[in-house]
């Protein structure tokens, strides 16, 4: 129940796929994948969530830093594929509406 | 509150020990469910669909975090108290710690707009939950409730 | 036995409430495998992969069992205590009832090449850990105890 | 996580499948198909354990009166699959030796 998460690279966009739970203790063991992406400079980057089951505040913060520095390059981050859980605190959070942008 | 509805668990209090007390709430929110509606075996995993166990692992989870990071400072032999009380109409966690006390007034509610990258915890239980409610100790004592949909809404829904 | 590594719940003792000590005993045995291993992130779920957990799980599913229906034969106000120290070298399981006491030793080993339908808890119970010790109470006390395989096999494996 | 059942007749061969938790919970709501496969006496019932995460003794009681009751009338059960905890069990039962024959 822990995580899994994987890189994939097409063209210019990167996928991000994070299975399981990204919480307190999970967060940290994504943040140099995180890390990678922002100094990769990538153009785009997709969160795939869909294999996504548990969130915390710390797990969406570090989506937030993502989305943040990718922006300072002009990269785009998009979430795709949350559900249950993880949307309920993404509505409540109004992150929808930033990663879907 | 009859003795034999109530469920307890002293555990020591660290990030290690945090999947075993999110797992135990989440176990009892089944049990909640199970007792307003008729047992769904599907949905008995730790997946969660149902909004009232959404609600209550969330609010609980964060709560917990700031025991273990704020209260505590991440202290060594740190214990928390945790009482689930299953009721018919809804779920209340009693949530004992001997950390630091502070005044949950003064935390001011987080501005969204500004993609804050912390201070949502606090946020995210209550907005989730139909009641929380802190009081100072020692023990520092958290109480948090959420009512079942079809037991009493409150009046805004109405 | 420290206090700050020792899990207590007290529960109420029904075939309802038994997925939510199974899960806590579950979670234990996972917290016990990760201060003996480096983390193993993948097989942290309900799976019971590890031989450790198969044999805890199973023998305390049985005693639970058993307790809710020959100790308490099946009474609605039953309680149950559960403390689990998880030590360095071994996981101890302490549940304490209020139900009726027996005769442990009294109790026959099954034959098993008769494929009983019954009797077979204790028994799974015993081969699969390293101690399974009763005291007729009130309250009856069992200690179940299973050990680390690199700390201290049994001399028979020697 | 708890039970999950299904079962096919294909000629004269019945395959039971039966994934999730079979325990003291769950054993009971097998009872009908267990009674329903030894009315209909089948010669052959295969039991897919494949998706079984965790059993007891209740549910291995389950299986063997299946066994024995269709033992009566000439019929076959073997069981197929088992891994994990399921299979341990069965292993210290040494019931490998009574299904897999
Ligand atoms: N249990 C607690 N004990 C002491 N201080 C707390 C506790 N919970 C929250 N706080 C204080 O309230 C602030 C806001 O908490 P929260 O909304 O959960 O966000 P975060 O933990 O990310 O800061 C914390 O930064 C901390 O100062
Ligand atoms: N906790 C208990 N309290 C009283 N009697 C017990 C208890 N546990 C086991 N027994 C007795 O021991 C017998 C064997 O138990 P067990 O091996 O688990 O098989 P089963 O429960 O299928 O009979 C039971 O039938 C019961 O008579």
């Not at chain 2, 007034?105 to 239980?125: N, Q, S, T």
């Amino acid at each position: 129940m822990p995580i899994d998460f994987s890189r994939t690279d097409q063209d210019d966009v990167s996928t991000l796929r994070i299975a399981g739970t990204l919480d307190v203790n999970t967060a940290p063991q994504l943040a140099p994948v995180i890390d990678k992406l922002v100094d990769d400079r990538r153009s785009r980057v997709v969160v795939d969530l869909s294999g996504l089951d548990l969130i915390d505040s710390s797990g969406v913060a570090a989506l937030v830093a993502l989305y943040k520095r990718s922006r300072v390059h002009g990269g785009q981050v998009t979430v795709t594929g949350a559900r249950d859980q993880p949307l309920a605190i993404f509505k409540l959070l109004r992150m929808d509406r930033v990663f879907s942008a | 509150m009859s003795a034999a509805s109530v469920i307890r668990l002293t555990s020591p209090c660290s990030l290690r020990h945090r999947a075993l007390a999110v797992r135990l709430v989440a176990e009892a929110c089944r049990l909640a469910r199970d007792e307003q509606a008729p047992r769904d075996e599907r949905s008995a995993g730790y997946d969660l669909h149902d909004p009232f166990d959404t609600a209550l692992v969330s609010a609980f989870g964060e709560i917990y975090n700031n025991i273990v990071l704020h209260a505590y400072g991440r202290r060594e032999d740190a214990t928390i108290e945790i009482v689930i009380d299953v009721g018919p109409g809804s779920l209340t966690l009693e949530i004992r710690d001997t950390g630091i006390a502070f005044d949950l007034g003064a935390v001011p509610e987080p501005d969204l707009d500004a993609l804050p990258e912390g201070g949502m915890g606090l946020h995210i239980a209550r907005a989730m939950l139909d009641e929380v409610a802190y009081e100072p100790g020692p023990p520092n004592l958290w109480r948090l409730t959420k009512r079942h949909e079809s037991a009493s809404p409150p009046p805004s829904t109405r």
